[in-house]
């Protein structure tokens, strides 16, 4: 029979598990997004670097002498100038929260994550974890509204929650003084209050995914059976 010990070394476990989980989903995330960024930033370089080379070559033919010592040069600067400026500005700026209004749904969970990452530096440590918990979310969720209509009761309640509360959220707490972020209020810091917020957040998003997935799994056990009744009378009629 196990004792009170056994249980709660069991519910430690469970939890480090689950903490384990998490992390690994994040981290995983967190690696992919550095991988794209890479692969971004090589094929911008690449492709600029070989406009410029096509760019001398055709000038080599067009002009009688060539491009000559100081065209060669040119070229090396302008390769050089290319790949470092590439390689250290980022491609495009994060969305403004003003977008996240207007962007078709199914592009809604990615331009919101692009944001929300966009805001996490400025974020307090502790709920740095929430932010990236809710990033794994709306990547998962992201596919699941590609199919839901715009209009649908469900697809105003994601694009409520995702594009309107969470940005609302968050930009309430940045334009708190900073010095003030620690101060209890009420019971509670602004600190506490936005953990708790990105909390709800992040489990009302899970259960909006699992709503949607349940909404699948329905429609597919229906075309089962529909698939199961047509077949099986159809081989029974023959």
Same mark, same amino acid.
């Given at each position: 029979?196990?004792?009170?010990?056994?249980?709660?070394?069991?519910?430690?476990?469970? =939890?480090?598990?689950?903490?384990?989980?998490?992390?690994?989903?994040?981290?995983?995330?967190?690696?992919?997004?550095?991988?794209?960024?890479?692969?971004?930033?090589?094929?911008?370089?690449?492709?600029?670097?070989?406009?410029?080379?096509?760019?001398?070559?055709?000038?080599?033919?067009?002009?009688?002498?060539?491009?000559?010592?100081?065209?060669?040069?040119?070229?090396?600067?302008?390769?050089?100038?290319?790949?470092?400026?590439?390689?250290?500005?980022?491609?495009?700026?994060?969305?403004?929260?003003?977008?996240?209004?207007? &962007?078709?749904?199914?592009?809604?969970?990615?331009?919101?994550?692009?944001?929300?990452?966009?805001?996490?530096?400025?974020?307090?440590?502790? &709920?740095?974890? @929430?932010?990236?918990?809710?990033?794994?979310?709306?990547?998962? @969720?992201?596919?699941?509204?590609?199919?839901?209509?715009?209009?649908?009761?469900?697809?105003?309640? &994601?694009?409520?929650? &995702?594009?309107?509360?969470?940005?609302?959220?968050?930009?309430?707490?940045?334009?708190?003084?900073?010095?003030?972020?620690?101060?209890?209020?009420?019971?509670?810091?602004?600190?506490?209050?936005?953990?708790?917020?990105?909390?709800?957040?992040?489990?009302?998003?899970?259960?909006?995914?699992?709503?949607?997935?349940?909404?699948? =799994?329905?429609?597919?056990?229906?075309?089962?059976?529909?698939?199961?009744?047509?077949?099986?009378?159809?081989?029974?009629?023959?």
């Amino acid at each position: 029979m196990p004792t009170d010990v056994d249980r709660q070394l069991a519910q430690a476990d469970a =939890l480090l598990e689950r903490t384990r989980e998490r992390y690994s989903s994040v981290s995983k995330r967190s690696r992919q997004r550095r991988e794209a960024e890479i692969l971004r930033r090589v094929a911008r370089i690449a492709a600029a670097d070989g406009l410029i080379i096509a760019v001398a070559l055709v000038l080599g033919f067009i002009l009688p002498g060539g491009i000559g010592m100081f065209g060669a040069l040119l070229m090396m600067a302008l390769l050089i100038a290319a790949t470092v400026t590439l390689a250290i500005f980022p491609q495009s700026a994060p969305p403004r929260v003003e977008q996240l209004a207007q &962007v078709p749904l199914k592009a809604l969970p990615v331009t919101t994550d692009r944001w929300l990452e966009a805001q996490r530096p400025a974020l307090p440590s502790p &709920v740095r974890g @929430l932010v990236d918990s809710i990033g794994v979310k709306l990547e998962m @969720l992201a596919p699941q509204l590609a199919a839901l209509d715009e209009h649908a009761p469900a697809a105003g309640e &994601v694009r409520k929650l &995702v594009g309107e509360q969470l940005p609302e959220l968050i930009k309430g707490y940045q334009r708190v003084p900073e010095p003030l972020r620690r101060v209890e209020r009420n019971g509670l810091t602004p600190d506490q209050q936005l953990a708790q917020g990105l909390q709800v957040i992040d489990e009302e998003i899970a259960e909006m995914s699992a709503h949607l997935a349940q909404g699948d =799994l329905d429609q597919l056990a229906t075309r089962g059976r529909y698939l199961q009744i047509k077949y099986r009378d159809d081989g029974l009629a023959s």
